[in-house]
Structures are given as structure tokens and as C-alpha cells.
């Protein structure tokens, strides 16, 4: 059964910087795309950044040229480097597969990070 513990959020203010990390297990990690999705109040859960098993990246047009998506493989584990936050980029961070992983009927979510960028 996969599991992630994503880690590093935090309060910060606007144009800081916050590193998020991911473990993961369960899954065959090297041969998945990863992403970081996030949830504000009141929103949609969006996908931020995904990377995929190659180490290729994408990202969301908000985040462009301030997140950096990682992934260390010996590790399990993938990295979210955010700097110059914005307010806007409050939300609880998420990490999965791509698509999310499923357990049954149900996708799976970890309990996430929560980054709150003050402004």
C-alpha cells in the first residue's frame, strides 16, 4: 500500500522560501512520476509540479520560475524548493504519483504540509 509523509511546511513571509520533502513507500518509486498537488480553503485541489521518472519536470504557470521539483530515487523521496512565496501559494501541500494512487475506490491522500505565506 503506498504511503507518502510530506514535511517542511510552515509560516513564512512573502518572498521567503520553504523546502517541502516527500518519503514514500510502497510503491516502485524509481518508475513513478511524482508530483505536488495543493489545496487552499475553499478551492480545488491543484496539481503544482510533477516530475516524472526521468527526472523531467513541468509546472503550473503560478509557480514557474519560483519551485523547483527534485527527486532523489535511492531516497524515495521528492522536494519541493519554493522561493519567493506569495500569499497566494497558501495551501495544504500534497505529494503522489501521477495520477494520484489509488487504494480500492478511493484515492489516496497523505496528510500533507501546510505552507501559510503572510503578506
Known amino acids: 500500500q503506498v504511503q507518502v509523509v510530506e514535511s517542511g511546511g510552515g509560516l513564512v513571509q512573502a518572498g521567503g522560501s520553504l523546502r517541502l520533502s516527500c518519503a514514500a513507500s510502497?510503491?516502485?518509486?524509481?518508475?513513478?512520476?511524482m508530483a505536488w498537488y495543493r489545496q487552499a480553503p475553499g478551492k480545488q485541489r491543484e496539481l503544482v509540479a510533477a516530475?516524472?521518472?526521468?527526472?523531467?519536470?513541468n509546472y503550473a504557470d503560478s509557480v514557474k520560475g519560483r519551485f523547483t521539483l527534485s527527486r532523489d530515487n535511492a531516497k524515495n523521496t521528492v522536494y519541493l524548493q519554493m522561493n519567493s512565496l506569495k500569499p497566494e501559494d497558501t495551501a495544504v501541500y500534497y505529494c503522489?504519483?501521477?495520477?494520484?494512487?489509488?487504494?480500492?475506490?478511493?484515492?489516496?491522500w497523505g496528510q500533507g504540509t501546510q505552507v501559510t505565506v503572510s503578506s
Open positions: 503522489n504519483t501521477v495520477p494520484p494512487a489509488r487504494q480500492g475506490p478511493f484515492v489516496y
Open positions: 510502497g510503491i516502485m518509486f524509481n518508475i513513478n512520476d
Open positions: 516530475i516524472t521518472r526521468g527526472g523531467d519536470t
